[in-house]
């Protein structure tokens, strides 16, 4: 791959990540009912362990979960290299902050999504193909 092309990569990369980031977390927040239209129809999510895959059973865990409060502290990305993705562009967007689920004390969390560029008749979207989600605390 060409300095140049990479260069190009990396600043879709960054533009895609900061809209993104911006997007799903208020989604998740103010409009779950319509957070798996960010998601492909084949998607998996692994929750603090548990493996979640298809629309279905994504809207049956998000429909499940206590409203939440989340605050994004830091978020980084890179493209991921289109000789392992089949020449899908695709890139890796780790964030990292806190969340507070009603009823619950804040915890701090990770989470890593990697999003596929899908072009529909009017634009490119960009979908997350898979979703990994992790609690951070430390045991006291």
């Known amino acids: 791959m060409a300095s140049s092309d ?7 990369a960054c533009r895609a990540a900061e809209e993104f980031v911006n997007l799903y977390y ?5 409009r779950r009912r319509q957070l798996t239209k960010l998601y492909m129809d084949t998607a998996t999510m692994v929750w603090n362990g548990n493996a979640i ?3 279905a059973a994504l809207i049956e865990f998000f429909e499940m979960l206590p409203s939440s409060e989340y605050q994004v502290s830091m978020f980084d990305c890179q493209p991921v290299c ?8 695709t890139v890796l967007v780790v964030a990292h902050g806190s969340v507070k689920f009603e009823g619950n004390k804040p ?3 990770n989470q890593n999504f990697l999003l596929s560029l899908h072009a529909t ?4 979207v960009w979908k997350i193909a898979s979703d990994c989600f992790r609690f951070q605390d430390w045991a006291s």
């Open 107 to 109: 915890h701090y969390f």
């Open 53 to 55: 895959s298809g629309q």
């Open 121 to 124: 008749a009017t634009s490119n």
């Open 26 to 30: 208020e989604t998740i927040d103010k």
């Open 82 to 89: 289109e000789q392992a993705t089949q020449g899908q562009k």
């Open 6 to 12: 990479f260069r190009t990569d990396v600043d879709l």
